[in-house]
């Protein structure tokens, strides 16, 4: 058994607890996926959506390299929220405040049709929420044409670093500005393509306007 992954630098801003690393993976809806293919890295950021233990991704059944991780090769999902600019003293001490998480270990394919389809559905209510009772079901084809692959979340095989505040004190005054710019993401109203013009807004965008960039 391999010792948990630990931070070296700054390891203040470390935090261990499993709750943290979800409400990182909750925040957001694209991370960073990086593996090796061939010797060279190979990082792609993909749309996620946690599901309890396991964090779902997707993509087209023709991506090679796609493939290649989903056959086994070892994986890790690096997640980040930018919160803030800190305006320090000086160049060299200005900083940023952030939320951040990587997962490690092996994506495994759901091969069953059933299981694809319920992560698919798992998938597609963390981006537009209750939009499948609004359209199509997927068909059969759509199903078997997409690759459905798991992250378990194993304890110990994942990082999370947080950084929060403002500014640190100066060595000696100053009369430089020091603060915190603070930064956030919004979803601005939909904006219809012409053939739904007039057409009331469907309340799964509603509710992805409502929620910004969140999974949940």
């Known amino acids: 058994m391999t010792a948990p992954r630990t931070i070296r630098r700054l390891g203040e801003r470390s935090r261990r ?25 190979w990082v792609v950021p993909m749309l996620y959506v946690r599901d309890g233990d396991r964090i779902l991704l997707h993509g087209s059944t023709g991506a090679g390299a796609l493939r290649h991780v989903a056959a086994g090769a070892p994986a890790a ?6 919160d803030a600019v800190v305006v320090a003293h000086s160049t060299f001490d200005s900083s940023a405040n952030y939320r951040s998480a990587v997962v490690y270990g092996t994506l495994r394919p759901i ?22 009772a609004e359209v199509e079901p997927m068909s059969a084809r759509e199903v078997a ?21 403002g500014p640190g004190e100066p060595e000696r005054p100053t009369g430089a500005w020091t603060g915190v710019v603070p930064l956030r993401v919004v979803a ?6 012409p053939r739904s013009a007039g057409e009331p807004v469907p309340a799964s965008v509603r509710e992805r306007v409502r929620r910004g960039v969140s999974a949940v």
């Open 77 to 82: 999902l690096s997640v980040v929220h930018l």
């Open 188 to 193: 601005d109203e939909p904006v219809p393509d």
């Open 17 to 41: 607890e499993r709750a943290e690393l979800d409400a990182v993976l909750d925040a957001g809806l694209v991370g960073t996926l990086s593996t090796v293919v061939d010797g060279q890295p």
């Open 111 to 132: 091969l069953d049709a059933e299981g694809r389809r319920v992560a698919l559905t798992r998938v597609s209510d963390a981006i537009l929420p209750g939009r499948e």
């Open 145 to 165: 044409a997409t690759q459905v692959m798991q992250l378990e979340v194993h304890e110990g095989e994942w990082l999370v670093k947080v950084r929060t505040g």
